[in-house]
């Protein structure tokens, strides 16, 4: 029977447990390989996108529900994209940022991290496309840095880094399987990032080794999910980088967590943040407008960027860059409701300041 293995690894998964040994991680992925068609066949796992989709839109809420994804695309592939413990009380917490910066003082109604900062705004709006994997800790973390890199370099500094190095931290996760924001600071921190491009762009020291989603209308890549494509972690780069490593690291200054006055405050100075999103099955339906939950079961935690804030037909929303390519909401963006704490998004607002 497929359902106990499954689950079994599910609470693997949601639980992120750290694989120790590199001998470790290439058995558990060879095994994992062999048992794919077994374990996985999609068919037990079936979802209805048009009951799901015509339920959401018939409730006129504040958003529009359509197709992201291939509409073969098993739940569990779904669940494999959320790549953070829900559960943050479980994980470590940054120090909570001094209360320096958290004045009250008026915020504008409306704020957007691209116009703030032009000179940075080909990075900040960049759509990264994780596969199906969940990185997305290691994916969203190294583009908010890249982000902040560039604003406090005065836009000097204007480098993709490379979540692929990121998801190497062995005590932040396990690359696919995982891992924790937080850590992944903390990992910026004390052992620095590298840049690094996109899948197959052969840019940086580390471009991203794992076969885009590519939204809906194209099949799933190989019909086999990232983590099992994902390779062993090696410090140095690609051959073709004319750099060697230690000459391409970025650190991070100091690292935080936001406590809820200042959220605002701190994209508004130093730009975007990680935060971490409670995933209901509604949400894998977002096209457009501003999220929130209607209907489905959890998913699991999911780690997503924001870069500012606004109000629209009176809702406010918290502006969002996702990381499951340009085709998946809004080209790559969502908005979700501010102020409620919707889906758990406002206990968990990390971030951090680059060394320049
Ligand atoms: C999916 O839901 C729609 C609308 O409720 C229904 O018409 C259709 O038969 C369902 N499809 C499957 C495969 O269950
Ligand atoms: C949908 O919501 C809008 C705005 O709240 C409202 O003006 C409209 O009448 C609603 N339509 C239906 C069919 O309920
Ligand atoms: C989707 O699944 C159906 C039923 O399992 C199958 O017949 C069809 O070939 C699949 N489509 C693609 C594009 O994989
Ligand atoms: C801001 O904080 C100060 C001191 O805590 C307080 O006196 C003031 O009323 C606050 N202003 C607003 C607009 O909340
Ligand atoms: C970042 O990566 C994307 C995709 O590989 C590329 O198009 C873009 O030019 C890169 N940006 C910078 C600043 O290198």
Redesign the pocket.
């Known amino acids: 029977m497929i359902v106990l293995p499954t689950l079994v690894f599910l609470a693997y998964l949601v639980t992120g447990r750290q694989i120790n040994s590199i001998a470790n991680a290439k058995q558990t992925y060879d095994t994992r390989k062999l048992n794919y068609k077994a374990e996985f066949a999609p068919i037990e796992d079936q979802l209805n996108h048009t009951m799901m989709i015509d339920y959401i839109n018939n409730l006129n809420t504040s958003w529009k529900a359509g197709y992201n994804f291939h509409p073969n695309i098993s739940k569990y592939e779904l669940k494999s994209l959320m790549g953070v413990n829900p559960d943050y009380r479980r994980h470590l917490q940054l120090p909570k940022q001094h209360s320096i910066l958290s004045t009250n003082s008026t915020m504008p109604a409306e704020f957007d991290s691209c116009q703030a900062w032009p000179e940075c705004q080909?990075?900040i709006s960049?759509i990264h496309d994780t596969g199906l994997c969940g990185s997305d800790w290691a994916v969203a973390t190294a583009s908010a840095f890249s982000d902040r890199l560039c604003i406090a370099s005065k836009g000097t500094i204007?480098?993709?880094l490379s979540a692929e190095d990121l998801s190497c931290c062995h005590f932040c996760g396990h690359k696919c399987e995982g891992g924790s924001p937080e850590l992944a600071w903390r990992y910026l921190m004390t052992d620095g990032i590298v840049t690094g491009?996109?899948y197959q762009?052969k840019?940086g020291c580390k471009p991203y080794t794992i076969y885009p989603i590519r939204g809906y209308g194209q099949l799933p890549p190989q019909n086999i999910m990232g983590y099992m494509s994902a390779g062993i972690c090696e410090r140095k780069c690609q051959e073709e980088y004319a750099k060697d490593l230690l000459s391409d690291l970025y650190y991070a200054e100091c690292i935080y967590s936001l406590r809820r006055n200042t959220h605002m405050r701190d994209i508004y100075n130093n730009g975007p943040v990680i935060a971490t999103v409670k995933v209901y099955e509604d949400f894998m339906y977002y096209r457009s407008g501003i999220y929130q939950y209607t209907t489905g079961e959890q998913l699991g935690g999911h780690a997503v960027k924001i870069i500012g804030w606004g109000v629209e037909n009176g809702v406010k929303y918290w502006l969002c860059v996702n990381s499951w390519g340009s085709s998946w909401g809004e080209n790559g963006f969502f908005k979700i409701k501010r102020g409620n704490n919707e889906c758990g998004i406002e206990e968990r607002f990390n971030a951090g300041i680059p060394k320049v």
């Open positions: 080909e990075l960049m204007v480098r993709n491009g996109s762009s840019e």
